[in-house]
C-alpha cells in the first residue's frame, strides 16, 4: 500500500471499517510515520549490544595477551624456564593461555544478536571476560611456584594431565589455602577476595567499566523482577541497616 523506505509502520490491531453514505467499504489502517532516518530496527539494536559486548570481550583478552607477552620477558620466568625439564615447550605453554582465553571469548562471538536482549546472558558474558586476566594469571604463576609442574603438563592439552585456566586456578588456591593454614584473618581474607565463583558478577572495583561501556553505547542493561529481587536487601529496607547495627 505504500513504497519501501517511506517511514510508515503498519499498527496492528488499528483497524477501522467505514461504510460511506454513498455506499462501497473503506477500510482505515492507522500507522506510525517516522521521518528519522537513522531509527534502528529491533534487530539492528539487538545487533548493537553485541559489538559493544564483543569488543570488550576483545580488549580484555588483548590485554591477557599482552601481561602474558611481559611476563615472558622477565627474570622470574627465564630462571623458571631453566629448571623446567620440557624448557622447550615455552612457548607452547604461553601460547596455550592465549588460545583458551580466546576460545571462551569465541564462545560468545557465536551466540545470536537476539540473545543479547536478556541481561542474564549481557551480565555473564561480560563477567567472564573480566575474570580472563585471573584465570591466566593464576595459571602463570601456578607453574612459576610450583616446581613439581613442567611445561608438558602445562601446554599440551591433549594429555590427561593437562591444566586448563579453570583446573590451574582450582589447583593453585588450594595450594595456597594449605599454606595459609596457619596465616591470620587478614591472609585468609586476601585470599577470599580471590575466590570467586565464576558465575558471578564481577568485583565491585571492576563492575563500573563495563558499566560505563553499556552507559556510553546507550545500553544500561534493564533490571528485571529476577535480578532484583536477587539484589542485596531487596524487599527489606532495614536488613542493611540493622546488620550494621550488629556489626
Given at each position: 500500500m505504500?513504497?519501501?523506505?517511506?517511514?510508515?509502520q503498519?499498527?496492528?490491531?488499528?483497524?477501522?471499517?467505514?461504510?460511506?453514505?454513498?455506499?462501497?467499504v473503506?477500510?482505515?489502517?492507522?500507522?506510525?510515520?517516522?521521518?528519522n532516518?537513522?531509527?534502528?530496527?529491533?534487530?539492528?539494536?539487538?545487533?548493537?549490544?553485541k559489538?559493544?559486548?564483543v569488543?570488550?570481550?576483545?580488549?580484555?583478552?588483548?590485554?591477557?595477551?599482552?601481561?602474558?607477552?611481559?611476563?615472558?620477558?622477565?627474570?622470574?620466568?627465564?630462571?623458571?624456564?631453566?629448571?623446567?625439564?620440557?624448557?622447550?615447550?615455552?612457548?607452547?605453554?604461553?601460547?596455550?593461555?592465549?588460545?583458551?582465553?580466546?576460545?571462551?571469548?569465541?564462545?560468545?562471538?557465536?551466540l545470536?544478536?537476539?540473545?543479547?536482549?536478556?541481561?542474564?546472558?549481557?551480565?555473564?558474558?561480560?563477567?567472564?571476560?573480566?575474570?580472563?586476566?585471573?584465570?591466566?594469571n593464576?595459571?602463570?604463576?601456578?607453574?612459576?611456584?610450583?616446581?613439581?609442574?613442567?611445561?608438558?603438563n602445562?601446554?599440551?592439552n591433549?594429555?590427561?594431565?593437562?591444566?586448563?585456566?579453570?583446573?590451574?586456578?582450582?589447583?593453585?588456591l588450594?595450594?595456597?589455602?594449605?599454606?595459609?593454614?596457619?596465616?591470620?584473618?587478614?591472609?585468609?581474607?586476601?585470599?577470599?577476595?580471590?575466590v570467586?565463583?565464576?558465575?558471578?558478577?564481577?568485583?565491585?572495583?571492576?563492575?563500573?567499566?563495563?558499566?560505563?561501556c553499556?552507559?556510553?553505547?546507550?545500553?544500561?542493561?534493564?533490571?528485571?523482577?529476577?535480578?532484583?529481587?536477587?539484589?542485596?536487601?531487596?524487599?527489606?529496607?532495614?536488613?542493611?541497616?540493622?546488620?550494621?547495627?550488629e556489626?
Amino acid at each position: 500500500m505504500w513504497n519501501a523506505c517511506s517511514f510508515l509502520q503498519h499498527l496492528p490491531g488499528r483497524e477501522e471499517v467505514v461504510l460511506p453514505p454513498g455506499g462501497g467499504v473503506v477500510r482505515i489502517y492507522h500507522v506510525l510515520v517516522s521521518a528519522n532516518s537513522r531509527a534502528e530496527t529491533v534487530e539492528e539494536l539487538e545487533g548493537r549490544r553485541k559489538r559493544v559486548v564483543v569488543q570488550v570481550l576483545d580488549t580484555l583478552h588483548a590485554d591477557v595477551c599482552r601481561a602474558v607477552d611481559a611476563a615472558v620477558k622477565t627474570e622470574e620466568f627465564e630462571k623458571r624456564v631453566a629448571q623446567d625439564s620440557h624448557s622447550y615447550r615455552k612457548h607452547h605453554f604461553i601460547r596455550s593461555i592465549k588460545e583458551e582465553s580466546a576460545a571462551r571469548v569465541a564462545v560468545y562471538k557465536a551466540l545470536p544478536d537476539g540473545d543479547y536482549a536478556a541481561i542474564e546472558v549481557l551480565g555473564e558474558a561480560v563477567s567472564k571476560g573480566l575474570a580472563l586476566a585471573l584465570l591466566a594469571n593464576a595459571k602463570l604463576r601456578l607453574w612459576l611456584e610450583d616446581p613439581s609442574l613442567n611445561l608438558g603438563n602445562m601446554s599440551q592439552n591433549h594429555l590427561s594431565s593437562y591444566l586448563g585456566l579453570n583446573a590451574a586456578q582450582v589447583r593453585r588456591l588450594a595450594k595456597r589455602r594449605l599454606l595459609l593454614q596457619d596465616s591470620n584473618g587478614t591472609a585468609t581474607a586476601a585470599l577470599a577476595l580471590e575466590v570467586r565463583p565464576s558465575h558471578t558478577l564481577p568485583p565491585r572495583r571492576c563492575q563500573w567499566r563495563w558499566w560505563a561501556c553499556f552507559l556510553l553505547a546507550g545500553l544500561l542493561p534493564l533490571r528485571t523482577p529476577a535480578s532484583i529481587s536477587r539484589l542485596p536487601g531487596a524487599g527489606d529496607q532495614r536488613a542493611p541497616r540493622e546488620s550494621v547495627r550488629e556489626k
